[in-house]
């Protein structure tokens, strides 16, 4: 199986928060990731959290990890219409230094 | 604009020629990457090079030959290729000795192999 797991798909009303979910299999992970994919565009990096942190804000972003449970997630306030993406979670594996081991993405779909 | 550039953005070719892909990155770092985007796959590292020097090699076939002349330049030639690399290559760079070790990716070229 995959070492870093999320679901396929999300849809949410615009104004509503989304919470995008993903669980991760190192539990010796450093970094962990979570970048953006616009169609026809590369991945932009959005944030990502140390592994000694169990919470990270930046704006609208709000990312939470539970190293327990190895699961890290998501959350969009105010989520808009332009936030319509491919979300990418991504870790860095123990003794990868650089290695960045990428989930399958998260389509979000944000409804009028 | 992620400070990552690369070129084509597209292209089509047949299994017999021969092309290049091309990225440039403006941001002064010192690790660049390929990665292979191909649809309902996660990212598939193929190459890395720090400070120029090639230090990983996920197993790539040798039709896709990695080139770095520099720093900021990066090349993937390719030759005699298959239907199935069909797919987004995407070039990212980074920082070695950064706090988070975070990587900032080029638009891709969207390669077609007929």
């Known amino acids: 199986g995959e070492d870093v797991e999320q679901s396929l798909f999300l849809s949410v009303r615009e104004g509503d928060s989304s919470v995008i979910n993903c669980t991760y299999t190192d539990s010796s992970s450093t970094y962990l990731y979570w970048y953006k994919q616009e169609p026809g565009a590369g991945l932009q990096l959005l944030t990502y959290?140390?592994?000694?942190?169990d919470m990270k804000q930046d704006q609208r972003l709000t990312v939470l990890l539970n190293k327990k449970d190895k699961h890290l997630s998501l959350r969009i306030a105010d989520t808009q219409t332009g936030d319509s993406a491919i979300y990418f979670c991504a870790e860095i594996p123990s003794g990868s230094a650089r290695q960045l081991t990428f989930g399958s993405g998260t389509q979000l779909t944000v409804l009028p | 604009e992620t400070g990552v550039t690369q070129t084509p953005r597209h292209l089509v070719m047949g299994m017999t020629n021969k092309k290049s892909l091309k990225c440039e990155q403006h941001?002064?770092?010192?690790?660049m990457y390929w990665y292979k985007q191909s649809a309902k796959k996660p990212l598939e590292l193929m190459f890395v090079y720090n400070f120029k020097e090639q230090t990983e090699n996920n197993s790539v076939p040798s039709r896709f030959s990695p080139e770095c002349p520099n720093s900021s330049h990066l090349f993937l030639h390719l030759h005699t290729l298959q239907p199935e690399d069909s797919a987004l290559y995407l070039c990212?760079?980074?920082?070695?000795?950064?706090?988070?070790?975070?990587?900032?990716f080029g638009p891709g070229t969207r390669l077609t192999v007929t």
């Open positions: 990212a760079s980074s920082q070695e000795a950064t706090s988070g070790y975070e990587q900032y």
């Open positions: 959290i140390f592994s000694n942190m």
């Open positions: 941001l002064g770092h010192n690790a």
